[in-house]
């Protein structure tokens, strides 16, 4: 709350089509404004699914979220802002920077896939202590290996082309 202004912001996200777009609408404080801005609590960070941390899903039928409280309060609204984030595939990424101009383009998944796993077997193993002299010289290898990491499931990737 800013004074006698409500901030109510509205997330949407989804990863079929990775995107996420964010709605922040500044309203007068109301007394439907005031009931909802005491009895929604605001949830950090992405919920998968029920019961999981997270941003609370809007139900189509919740008077104090989403559509229902909007068309309410819609005689409080003093301004709004919106905002989005599309993720775009390796695929997608690969050919805007061909676009551009970038040469000899290729995506490649995150090195952590390759590196995780065996800084965490040596850790179980109880190497770590021993090889930390050594820690730069390791990474840097890892480093190496990167044009043989496979794309993952996430959307994290490395785009790595030449400037003409």
Known sequence: MEGDVNIYRLCH?????????EYELRLRVTSLVRTAAEEVHPVPSFRASPGEPGLRPVSP????????????????????????LLHRTPSQMAALARKVGFEEVHVYGPIALLAGPFFLALSEAGLLPKLAPEMDEITRAFGTLFPFVPLGKSSVFFLVGKKP
Not at 13 to 21: F, M
């Open 61 to 84: 039928d919740d008077e104090l979220l989403g559509v229902p409280f909007l068309e309410k309060a819609k005689e409080a609204l003093v301004s709004a802002r919106y905002f989005e």
């Open 13 to 21: 996200r989804s990863r079929a089509t990775l995107r996420e777009a």
